[in-house]
């Protein structure tokens, strides 16, 4: 048996409804052969019935080797690629395995494994595929290219070929790579430890015409480090940030905040291009995003003229008994805004009821015609029921497609 893609519904739900099953329908089909969509440890191991979506990867549970740092381009129309690290106490290295399909999502390929590269953002410029991200958990700041669609990489040995910053602890997770006035824009961190959240904020830019596996030819900002005493002392970090144009045309940096509050929110930052500066003012830059503390990703759709994110918004932003608001994600969630400061929920796309082992967590997508194609990294049960180590430690990695999304406005 193989799962196709789902066919997604972004009906007008109203968000905070009581939490059932899948909110999405998946049809099940019947074959005589199962196609290459299993990579990674246990190729036969397929998930329960009511899962949703199309399964690209896997890592059983009891592997201790879980699936992170989805991201996914469309390299040609109908063609995509995709991508994911391997985490946990069984991952062994900092590995990237790439992916590809041929056929718009419907079955999937393990193309590559790319060693030496972790939390990485796949992207394309000038007819070439890359990868950006470190080399390892808070290792340095690598970038690699592929000339055929990701079946072979750069090697990433110096400052030359790939070795953007050698200098420090750098953290990431596959974020959105945005052009303007002719250059590339990346969000980054520096780690300074010892304890999680320890994160310093910075943006990365180089010339679109450059070559961007010369480290000469990129440029970063100053590092802005978090405050505990913002937001009455609540503040454990900044992370995971979104380079954005806001409607001014000015450039901004918005990062998830880890923060108790159920109510969750995000950081905005200023970035100025000019000056390659990033400055942030505690008294205005924080915003009540749901989902916030969470990763998610935003983009610009000049379509609607809006701005999009998916974000494991909490329904009702009620706690749950036992969870911190950045471990509720069983709620996967398509938000709007007009400005980039106020946000609405506008449909579940998946949802579960289990969000103690149950996860649809770090979406990466892109817009395609009138669709969103996504993937996401799901923490649900085996195909012998038994449950994911818990709904941050994924053991799938699903592609989704969102048929029609403007309709759900």
């Known amino acids: 048996m193989w799962i196709s893609p789902c066919a997604l519904r972004v009906g007008l739900d109203k968000y905070g409804k009581d939490a059932g099953l899948l909110s999405v329908s998946c049809m099940l089909l019947i074959s005589g052969k199962l196609p290459v969509m299993l990579n990674v440890d246990s190729p036969m191991c397929m998930p329960a019935a009511q899962f949703a979506g199309t399964v690209i990867a896997h890592s059983c549970a009891s592997t201790g080797r879980y699936i992170g ?60 595929l890359y990868l950006m991200g470190t080399s390892r958990e808070y290792g340095y700041v690598t970038i690699r290219r592929s000339e055929d669609g990701g079946r072979t990489w750069s090697e990433a040995r110096d400052g030359q070929s790939g070795l953007l910053l050698a200098d420090g602890m750098y953290h990431s997770a596959p974020v959105p790579v945005v052009r303007h006035h002719g250059r590339i824009w990346r969000a980054m961190e520096e780690y300074t430890g010892p304890r999680w959240g320890a994160f310093r904020a910075f943006v990365m830019s180089a010339s679109e015409d450059s070559d961007l596996l010369n480290a000469a030819s990129w440029s970063c900002t100053n590092r802005v480090e978090p405050n505990a005493a913002w937001l009455g002392g609540q503040v454990g970090g900044f992370l995971e940030g979104n380079v954005c144009t806001a409607p001014d045309g000015k450039l901004v940096n918005l990062l998830r ?15 100025d291009e000019t000056a390659m500066s990033l400055s942030f003012d505690p008294a205005r830059g924080f915003f009540t995003l749901p989902g916030g503390s969470k990763k998610f990703t935003i983009r610009w759709d000049a379509v609607s003229q809006a701005y999009y994110a998916l974000v494991n918004a909490i329904p009702g932003c009620q706690p749950v008994e036992g969870r911190r608001p950045d471990q509720v994600r069983n709620h996967l969630c398509l938000a709007r805004s007009a400005d980039l400061i106020r946000w609405d929920v506008i449909c579940t796309i998946l949802e579960h009821p289990d969000a103690v082992t149950v996860g649809f967590q770090y979406a990466d997508w892109q817009f395609e015609g009138a669709d969103i194609i996504a993937v996401v990294r799901t923490a649900f049960p085996e195909r012998d029921g038994s449950p994911a180590h818990n709904a941050h430690d994924a053991n799938w990695l699903t592609f989704q497609r969102i048929p029609n999304f403007r309709e759900s406005l």
């Open 69 to 128: 740092s989805p991201s996914i381009v469309i390299w040609q129309p109908g063609i995509y690629v995709a991508s994911h690290d391997i985490f946990g106490p069984g991952s062994g290295s900092d590995t990237t395995h790439v992916f590809i399909s041929n056929d718009g999502g419907q079955t999937w390929e393990k193309i590559s494994q790319v060693d030496g590269q972790f939390w990485s953002t796949l992207f394309v410029q000038r007819g070439a």
């Open 257 to 271: 905040v880890h923060q108790p509050d159920f109510h969750e929110c995000a950081a905005r930052m200023e970035i």
